[in-house]
């Protein structure tokens, strides 16, 4: 049992404003139709040949956005579409399960997922990269700043110890300061009119 898997299709072949088709766009998406229509025969370079035929198996495509494919790509009949719109209680046990190893509780994954409504998986994940990014500001700092760091790490003696890195505890109050400067950011992004389309699912 075997399966072709593609993930953020959309990404690489989604046509997004005045984007350019390339040559190399429509190559894989002229194979996808074809294998789509015909999953059995399968070119080896430029010609057909009688013993070209492979066993069926299943192509899975991932994506955010399948408007901005070619449209006879995803026509019904060539590709089944399924829908995924995550409920609240499946975001906060997705949640929960990127903080496992953090000890969060579920009922302050909840109040971090109610204080941030709208937003993508990703930017709870950024929540704790952002509280490594300020331990870490703050080690470098408490080691002398940067400007020692390169004496600290290469150029010590040979029987002295390295400094030692404490990873955080990431706690509630920690990532509710990350999230709303992370929202900040976002709307300083959105009030520059650079990426309106990227995060037009967010409220006003």
């Given at each position: 049992m075997s399966c072709l898997m593609i993930n953020d299709l959309d990404a690489g072949l989604g046509r997004f404003g005045h984007t350019q088709m390339t040559v190399n766009n429509q190559i894989v998406v002229g194979t996808l139709m074809n294998l789509a229509d015909n999953p059995n025969r399968v070119s080896i370079g430029q010609k057909w040949r009688e013993s070209d035929i492979t066993h069926r198996i299943p192509i899975i495509a991932t994506g955010n956005d399948f408007s901005t494919l070619y449209a006879p790509l995803i026509r019904d009949g060539r590709m089944e579409k399924f829908y995924w719109q995550p409920t609240r209680e499946d975001i906060i046990n997705i949640v929960h399960r990127m903080y496992t190893k953090d000890g969060l509780s579920f009922e302050e994954v909840s109040s971090i997922v109610d204080t941030f409504p709208n937003q993508a998986l990703d930017f709870y994940g950024a929540l704790r990269s952002r509280t490594?990014?300020?331990?870490?500001?703050?080690?470098?700092?408490?080691?002398?700043?940067?400007?020692?760091?390169?004496?600290?790490?290469?150029?010590?003696?040979?029987?002295?110890?390295?400094?030692?890195?404490?990873?955080?505890?990431?706690?509630?109050?920690?990532?509710?300061q990350s999230g709303n400067s992370l929202v900040e950011e976002q709307a300083f992004v959105m009030n520059s009119n650079l990426s309106k389309e990227y995060m037009k699912n967010l409220d006003d």
């Open positions: 490594y990014d300020q331990a870490i500001l703050q080690w470098v700092n408490d080691i002398g700043g940067y400007e020692q760091l390169g004496e600290k790490l290469l150029k010590r003696k040979n029987r002295e110890k390295l400094p030692t890195f404490v990873p955080p505890k990431p706690t509630l109050d920690a990532l509710i």
